[in-house]
């Protein structure tokens, strides 16, 4: 009979990489923490226009990779592609918002894009993702900076690159626009790549991130929005860099970062490394005024960004299990229901460890305690099961042996 295999792009974490995860999980946790996130979990599944109207029509996330299909009365619906766009829904319908609040979320999980995979490129991939409502203020763009270099510091992820741009905001914007409009009409415009000819019209702003040679080449010269910020974006980014460098983070500028998704304004940056393949971006962000209004809620600012946990997951590596504290090896065949009573003594007590099942060699049970790392190796053999004792060996250190009754040795724990 033909296996059936997991679907193309999507991938299973066994314990190694499930523990990386859970320990990006966890520091995040605490390091977000203590700049007063809270976490907000928000479903995997969404309406459809939910996406359409955030991240935008004419992007590459809803216009090609977006999984969406009709439910069983004909609803569109999406498996959500990022989590921004839900994050402000749910803080819309919660009615957490109230005038000068501010609400910082964070929130962790599975996302789905239909891209070709790749090393560090998934079709069902993970994020965390950290979302502030209600600041206005530069400080809260470099305040999340700030906080996401200290994550990727505490997980000994040192040399990271931080890209840093200015969007301009929607005043400034249109006039940047029409200067790009005007300068690709200056080209020929049949020497631009298919998707470029129609983001021309669309949003030429776009053109400007696009990967083809030909049309890299095109934009080398085209006009940089750092010289069309309004006074405001101006001042708003000088902001931004001011406390970044007074906190000695370091970045680069980098005009044409534009980033894949419509509603950012003012502030955007990514997290770069060139040991991920191809697939460089580690994360990415931004401020998103207007989003939430757009979305049908009151006219309250957004900022935020997303880590991609399995680009994080390649630039760490594997990490190491700690080492269970016992392996209680049963050689008497008979020993194996008082074995297990008393491993679950010693799990009640708080130490790790596993247990053979049943009686076994001698040999074979020492070789299994071996590749379990575990610090000793609790042996069961007859005598043991006669008196009610257990032989200690000592795994970690000078291989010491001693036989000692069972209740005695969990008095001494
Ligand atoms: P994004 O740049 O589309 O931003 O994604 C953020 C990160 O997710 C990327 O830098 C990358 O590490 C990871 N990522 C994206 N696609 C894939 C994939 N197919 N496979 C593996 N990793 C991937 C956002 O999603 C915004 N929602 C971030 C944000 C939050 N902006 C404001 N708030």
Excluded: W
């Excluded at 033909?2 to 390091?31: H, P």
């Excluded at 979302?131 to 510091?153: H, K, R, S, V």
């Excluded at 304004?265 to 998103?288: L, M, P």
């Amino acid at each position: 009979m033909s296996k059936i295999q997991k679907i193309k792009g999507f991938a299973d974490m066994f314990r190694q990489d499930a523990d990386v995860f859970t320990y990006l999980e966890n520091t995040a946790r605490e390091v977000f923490g203590r700049y007063g996130f809270g976490e907000l979990r928000t479903p995997v599944l969404e309406k459809t226009e939910l996406f359409q109207k955030s991240i935008g029509e004419d992007t590459d996330v809803v216009g090609k990779e977006m999984y969406t299909f009709p439910d069983r009365k004909g609803r569109s619906l999406t498996m959500r592609p990022e989590a921004t766009a839900g994050m402000v829904r749910a803080f819309i319908e919660s009615k957490e918002y109230q005038p000068g609040r501010i609400c910082k979320y964070f929130s962790t999980g599975p996302m789905f894009r239909y891209e070709r995979p790749q090393k560090g490129r998934l079709r069902q991939f993970h994020q965390l993702d950290v979302e502030i409502f209600g600041a206005p203020e530069a400080q809260a763009d470099a305040e999340l900076i700030l906080m996401l270099t200290t994550f990727l510091n505490e997980i000994g992820l040192k040399k990271l690159a931080v890209e840093l741009n200015s969007l301009g905001c929607h005043d400034c914007r249109p006039a940047y626009r029409q200067a790009l409009t005007d300068y690709y009409t200056s080209k020929n415009r049949e020497e631009f790549c298919e998707d470029c000819r129609r983001r021309i019209d669309t949003n030429p702003m776009r053109v400007l991130d696009c990967k083809v040679p030909t049309c890299k080449e095109l934009v080398k010269d085209a006009p940089s929005i750092a010289d069309h910020l309004c006074d405001e974006c101006e001042q708003h980014f000088a902001d931004v860099k001011a406390v970044l460098d007074g906190a000695g983070v370091e970045y680069v500028l980098n005009p044409r970062l534009v980033r894949g998704l419509d509603y950012y304004v003012r502030t955007t940056y990514e997290i770069t490394s060139n040991d991920i393949g191809s697939q460089t971006a580690v994360a990415g962000g931004g401020r998103y005024d207007g989003l939430v209004l757009n979305l049908g809620g009151p006219d309250c600012p957004g900022t935020g960004f997303a880590c991609g946990m399995e680009r994080l997951a390649l630039l760490l590596g594997e990490r190491e299990a700690p080492a269970p504290d016992f392996y209680l090896a049963v050689v008497e065949k008979d020993a194996g229901n008082q074995a297990m009573i008393f491993a679950q003594q010693m799990r009640e007590k708080g130490l790790s460890g596993d247990v053979s099942y049943g009686g076994g060699s001698m040999k074979s049970r020492m070789r299994a305690a071996n590749k379990s790392g575990a610090k000793a190796c609790l042996i069961i053999g007859q005598d043991e099961f006669e008196n009610g004792t257990v032989t200690v060996k000592d795994m970690a250190g000078d291989n010491d042996q001693y036989t000692i009754k069972r209740e005695e040795y969990l008095k001494s724990l």
